[in-house]
């Protein structure tokens, strides 16, 4: 799924605040979808990913060391 500036938004300037509202919206879809395996895009925040899998229980993350310029 493409999470298009999760953990950051357009201008690059992100609060807690909206970072905790991503991560609460895209956690409850995810739960419901009850995916085996998830996928995800256009993530900007390696500790915002740590959080939604938190909130996943059963679930692990697997980050690339590789980043877009």
């Known amino acids: 799924y493409n999470l298009s500036f999760f953990g950051s938004n357009d201008t690059n300037s992100p609060t807690q605040e909206k970072i905790n509202t991503q991560v609460a919206n895209i956690a409850t879809i995810m739960r419901h979808m009850k995916m085996d395996v998830i996928g995800v895009e256009e993530v900007s925040n390696d500790v915002a990913v740590d959080s939604l899998v938190k909130k996943l ?8 060391n590789r980043w877009s310029g």
Request: proline fraction near 12%.
């Open 57 to 64: 229980p059963g679930y692990a993350a697997i980050i690339s």
